[in-house]
């Protein structure tokens, strides 16, 4: 648990370049400006002043049917699980843009003490076609929900400095965001202070979620803060058992029912 000084107040919405620098990633010949955060201890996020060029020539490692994780600067960050990426996605109204240009929208939140609680910050990347403040409303939701960490962790919204910094961002700011682990633009990721949740899964979801995105959203917002709170991914304890939130669910759920909440398996031992 960190604990800060309480942020000045802001009215509306601010623009931010991911709250830090900036980041650029060129793939296959273009650039792309993405926000920069160094690897930090979990609670104490530093800010970086660098601007980095990082080359990239588009390619991904052979699909691996095993849960990646890699230790940046003393701290495992994990990526959920990775699933082929779809052949194409479903007939929708509304077009999720496979790139976007790496600025965000701060979340505007209320004054809240913010004494032994964990705080975070919600940005939506310019470009993704949900309003700031209505993901933020729900995101807060799910993280003051008593089924969830709220249970056991004391969670607060600030727009200014936090402990993490949520974001909803396109696919290939996505990737780069979780570099070096590999979201293959489909993914969802905790990467040192950054909660990073892909937009194209945002809208679309998964299989065990086919009959409620909510609930979906839910399970992937508590999934990769879990990480960021210290919980490990979890197995399913058993045919038809809600699964654990921490168990890969956009992989599958392995005979377990779909569950977004914390469950027994995901507390036990921590």
């Keep these: 648990m960190s604990k800060h000084r309480a942020a000045p107040r802001r009215r509306g919405r601010r623009r931010t370049a991911g709250g830090f620098a900036v980041l650029a990633v060129f793939v296959t010949g273009t650039a792309v400006a993405v926000p920069l955060v160094s690897m930090a201890q979990d609670g104490d ?40 990426r ?11 843009p496979e ?35 209505e993901v933020a409303r ?34 290939e700011t996505t990737d780069a965001l979780c570099a070096p682990l590999d979201t293959d633009g489909r993914l969802s990721c905790r990467n040192g202070s950054n909660v990073v949740l892909n937009a194209w899964r945002w809208h679309f979801g998964a299989d065990g979620y086919a009959d409620n995105l909510a609930d979906y959203r839910r399970y992937v917002v508590n999934h990769e803060t879990g990480h960021a709170l210290g919980y490990p991914h979890v197995e399913c304890p058993g045919d038809a058992e809600p699964a654990p939130v921490m168990l890969q669910q956009t992989k599958g759920l392995d005979g377990c029912a779909a569950n977004p909440w914390p469950a027994r398996a995901d507390l036990a031992g921590h």
Excluded: C
Excluded at 51 to 75: H, M, Q
Excluded at 161 to 171: C, E
């Design 99 to 133: 790139r976007g240009p790496g600025r965000f929208d701060v979340a505007a939140a209320p004054s809240s003490p913010i004494e032994n609680a964990t705080t975070y910050r919600v940005e939506v990347e310019e470009g993704v076609p949900y309003a700031t403040d």
């Design 86 to 96: 779809p052949s194409g996605p479903p007939a929708s109204p509304v077009s999720i």
């Design 45 to 84: 996020p530093r800010e970086s002043t660098e601007r980095v060029t990082v080359a990239s020539d588009a390619t991904s490692p052979t699909a691996s049917p095993t849960p990646r994780a890699k230790e940046l600067n003393g701290e495992v960050a994990a990526v959920e699980g990775r699933v082929p």
């Design 138 to 171: 729900f995101i807060q939701a799910t993280l003051a929900d008593k089924r969830g960490w709220a249970a056991k962790h004391r969670l607060v919204r600030v727009d200014g400095p936090a402990d993490l910094r949520i974001v909803l961002a396109t696919p």
